[in-house]
């Protein structure tokens, strides 16, 4: 049995090995979201979304789910622009505060939440103005 901490020592070593070869899938990612805070009702919001593992871009499992006013969740489809960079479009139907959260995985143990708001105003009311003016009695 004095031969198990040098199997211990060869597993550790081929362990940092492959870590160093084919980059750690346990560092968790970070996740930054740029978006605009306030969008009209009917426009495409564009969330561009970057992850970054050891401060480096890396593409890993990103999803994005948007929280409506009306309490609806709707998955969002990503489109993978470059490394570790992603877009999702989505048009908000109704006014109110929208929550989007972004999930990022890296791995099985490396998950990271970012969560972003964004505001659809209420449309303005239009003004009535009549055709013409009632005439007045002379």
Do not use: C, W
Request: glycine share 6%; no cysteine.
């Amino acid at each position: 049995l004095g031969f198990l901490p040098l199997l211990v020592m060869g597993g550790m070593a081929a362990y940092n090995l492959a870590e160093k070869l084919l980059g750690s899938t346990s560092v968790r990612p970070t996740i930054d979201i740029t978006a605009d805070r306030q969008v009209q009702q009917h426009h495409t919001q564009t969330i561009k979304i970057m992850t970054e593992a050891s401060g480096q871009p890396k593409d890993v499992a990103v999803k994005v789910i948007v929280h409506t006013p009306r309490g609806k969740r709707e998955s969002l489809k990503l489109s993978h622009v470059s490394i570790g960079k992603y877009n999702a479009s989505y048009e908000p139907e109704t006014p109110g505060r929208y929550k989007v959260h972004v999930i990022a995985a890296n791995g099985k143990h490396s998950t990271s939440h970012e969560t972003f708001s964004f505001k659809v105003p209420a449309p303005a009311a239009k003004r009535l103005v009549p055709s013409h003016a009632p005439s007045r009695p002379p």
